[in-house]
């Protein structure tokens, strides 16, 4: 079965520290896909990357930077010189590849940007 | 372009109640469809997924049901709402290459 534990419940920083997220998974599929989600107060899902298991390369989009290590399940989620604006619950979250797809989250954590 | 909709936004109904959500997706076809249910200060839970008109699966057994009566149409039902079926749901629908789910604003659902 797939399993998806991000071990940080909460996390408050002061603005314009770096922050990390982590996010570890479990899954038997050989081939699979990695997500992570913002969830602002209003609850919509915000969408922030996708990350195909053939693909270890480490991505940068702005402030936001993934470190995906394949040795050791974990798909790690940072924000460098945090802005108050990025105060939300973070998802990661797994799929398989072919057929229905399902998404696995994990519990989720709730960021806190202090300014 | 592919949007979703989703309604309504909120909800407050009575234990005992019945309950229709529905979910519908515009600029596709044959989308995978998803319901997703989030309690509060929790994480999100799968309820049911689809893969096809008519064709449902359950994640997880409980007071509700789904159906796809249309390519693009999912809807969440209950024939009695109980006080734990209280959360956030939110729609979702992937295309054959699983680029990202894309998720509705979702319904926040209150049983009192």
């Known amino acids: 079965a797939q399993k998806v534990t991000q071990a940080q419940t909460e996390i408050s920083v002061v603005e314009k520290e770096d922050v990390t997220l982590d996010c570890v998974y479990e899954?038997?599929?050989?081939?699979?896909?990695l997500f992570w989600y913002k969830q602002p107060p209003s609850g919509e899902l915000v969408f922030l990357i996708r990350r195909n298991s053939f693909d270890e390369q480490n991505e940068i989009s702005g402030r936001y930077s993934w470190n995906f290590q394949k040795s050791t399940s974990s798909f790690n989620f940072t924000i460098t010189a945090s802005q108050v604006v990025d105060s939300a619950v973070y998802f990661c979250a797994l799929s398989g590849v072919w057929g229905a797809q399902k998404l696995v989250f994990g519990q989720g954590t709730r960021l806190t940007i202090n300014p | 372009s592919q949007t979703i909709h989703q309604w309504p936004a909120t909800l407050v109904q009575p234990v005992g109640s019945p309950l229709s959500l529905e979910c519908t997706v515009e600029g596709t076809s044959n989308p995978n469809l998803y319901w997703y249910r989030q309690a509060a200060g929790r994480g999100l839970q799968l309820l049911f997924y689809?893969?096809?008109?008519?064709?449902i699966s359950s994640e997880v057994p409980q007071n509700l049901s789904a159906s796809r009566p249309q390519d693009r149409q999912f809807i969440l039902s209950s024939k009695k709402l109980l006080l734990s079926d209280s959360g956030f749901y939110l729609c979702?629908?992937?295309?054959?290459?699983?680029?990202?789910?894309?998720f509705g604003s979702g319904t926040r659902l209150t049983v009192v």
């Open positions: 689809s893969v096809g008109i008519g064709q």
């Open positions: 979702a629908w992937t295309g054959t290459s699983n680029y990202g789910y894309t």
């Open positions: 899954t038997r599929d050989t081939t699979y896909y």
